[in-house]
């Protein structure tokens, strides 16, 4: 991945803060999203307290996102329209995105499978690295966990609070004594990535930092630096449960290892290096492959206990940010920066089965739901496509909104899915609900 670390940058959401795409897109001579300080963010630019939307609103004709559409000098169909056409896809092989087009698969739009819920824009969802956008996880169907600025926070759809889980601005040290584990701590932690699965958090930084937290223990358990190289930034991280029972995780760095840490007896069981800067990987249900995709156009598939290549994946045109295993553990999606999203089947690698392009740029996160009827596919910015994986992924939902995403997560029973929105005025929290017979409910509340 790039080595910027500038916040904000060229391709991140400073260019593309809503409303700056045209001059008569400006409130009172500012833009949306363009606020100065912090201390603006209790009002929006038309000086309008900051509200929550929720679905009654949003069927009362209230915008999602509360943006003043009937207040402003353009329509939110023409703004749509330009940022479509203005947008600047982040690329490392030039022409990629436009190089893709002929191969990706048409579908047919209009699915309707997770309906708005809320939009909590108390909750201030932010990105540190344009190209890394894992930093949104949910827990149950009322439980999240994201970054906003140096906090991680947890949010409570159900009583509608929200938490400091851990302050990574001052300095965190380990409470517990581990071999291997830095006792004198980090400070000023720049998080990049993000992985929380049930009592567990992993935080990985810019300088291959790597915090610990078990939510259910006060304090830090475990830290470590994966490497003191320059290159180090941890790219991503995935937990995952192996087959002796015992928890471990996996983290994916630029310096091109993959590194398993076993968290049981808090130390690192696996080291792999490949030729590129690892951007991620993905465990198989069956825990025996593993996809890596990173700074090449090629991804491999690997065996998870050995590390030696099954099959390369060749087809992308750019370098792959992304990447998930379907539950049936037979196929699996990787997304890259050439706008699309390819679906792989184990039992045919020759070429992918489907590919399924972006609005407007890379595919920078994917999730399937964890019964295996849904995949969502998030660019970076304003789009989420959710696919109906029994329809052939022919038929989606496009989730349309402003703002760039800093992650997308369903919940593990699958009755909601979180999207977290960067934007300095607009940003939020986004909670969608599944589709049910019983949805008028919401009404009684």
């Known amino acids: 991945m790039s080595q910027?670390?500038?916040?904000?940058?060229?391709?991140?959401?400073?260019?593309?803060?809503?409303?700056?795409?045209?001059?008569?897109?400006y409130f009172h001579e500012r833009v949306m999203g363009d606020s100065d300080t912090d201390e603006d963010d209790e009002y929006d630019h038309l000086d309008n307290k900051i509200t929550d939307t929720s679905a009654?609103?949003?069927?009362?004709?209230?915008?999602?996102?509360?943006?003043?559409?009937?207040?402003?000098?353009?329509?939110?169909?023409?703004?749509?329209?330009?940022?479509?056409?203005q947008y600047k896809n982040y690329e490392n092989v030039p022409q990629s995105g436009e190089s893709s087009e002929k191969e990706c698969k048409p579908t047919r739009k209009g699915g309707y499978y997770y309906e708005f819920w809320r939009n909590t824009r108390s909750v201030k969802s932010t990105i540190l690295h344009f190209q890394l956008r894992n930093l949104v996880w949910s827990t149950t169907k009322h439980d999240v966990y994201l970054m906003s600025h140096f906090s991680i926070i947890h949010w409570s759809s159900l009583t509608c609070k929200k938490t400091e889980v851990l302050d990574v601005y001052g300095h965190v040290a380990p409470?517990?004594?581990?071999?291997?584990s830095l006792l004198e701590g980090f400070t000023q932690t720049q998080v990049s990535t993000l992985a929380v699965r049930?009592?567990?958090?992993?935080?990985?930084?810019?300088?291959?930092?790597l915090i610990c937290k078990h939510l259910d223990r006060p304090g830090v358990s475990y830290c470590c630096r994966t490497t003191y190289d320059d290159n180090a930034i941890t790219n991503a991280v995935e937990i995952y449960d192996s087959p002796s029972g015992s928890v471990h995780f996996m983290a994916s760095n630029n310096d091109c290892g993959v590194r398993d840490f076993d968290m049981e007896k808090f130390m690192l069981s696996k080291h792999f290096s490949f030729p590129w800067p690892v951007n991620h990987t993905s465990l198989s249900p069956d825990?025996?492959?593993?996809?890596?995709?990173?700074?090449?156009?090629?991804?491999?598939?690997v065996d998870s206990q050995r590390?030696?290549?099954?099959?390369?994946?060749?087809?992308?045109l750019d370098f792959s940010f992304a990447s998930a295993w379907h539950p049936d553990g037979q196929i699996f999606a990787t997304g890259n920066q050439d706008k699309t999203c390819r679906i792989w089947d184990i039992r045919k690698l020759s070429k992918s089965v489907a590919v399924l392009k972006g609005n407007l740029g890379a595919i920078r996160s994917i999730r399937f739901s964890s019964d295996g009827r849904f995949m969502a596919m998030a660019e970076p910015a304003d789009f989420v496509h959710v696919y109906d994986v029994k329809s052939g992924y022919e038929k989606e939902q496009e989730i349309d909104f402003f703002g760039e995403i800093s992650g997308v997560s369903f919940s593990p029973d699958t009755e909601s899915l979180f999207i977290g929105v960067w934007d300095r005025t607009y940003g939020s929290l986004l909670q969608y609900n599944r589709c049910r017979n019983y949805s008028y409910l919401d009404s009684m509340l």
């Open 4 to 25: 910027h670390q500038e916040y904000p940058m060229e391709y991140a959401a400073d260019d593309y803060d809503v409303g700056e795409v045209e001059d008569d897109m």
């Open 56 to 85: 009654a609103d949003a069927r009362r004709g209230k915008d999602i996102q509360g943006i003043p559409w009937d207040r402003l000098s353009v329509t939110r169909e023409k703004y749509r329209k330009t940022r479509i056409e």
């Open 175 to 180: 409470c517990e004594k581990h071999p291997g």
């Open 198 to 209: 049930d009592k567990l958090l992993i935080a990985g930084g810019f300088q291959g930092e």
């Open 287 to 301: 825990g025996k492959l593993l996809i890596i995709v990173g700074d090449d156009p090629g991804g491999i598939l």
């Open 307 to 316: 590390g030696n290549t099954i099959t390369p994946l060749q087809g992308h």
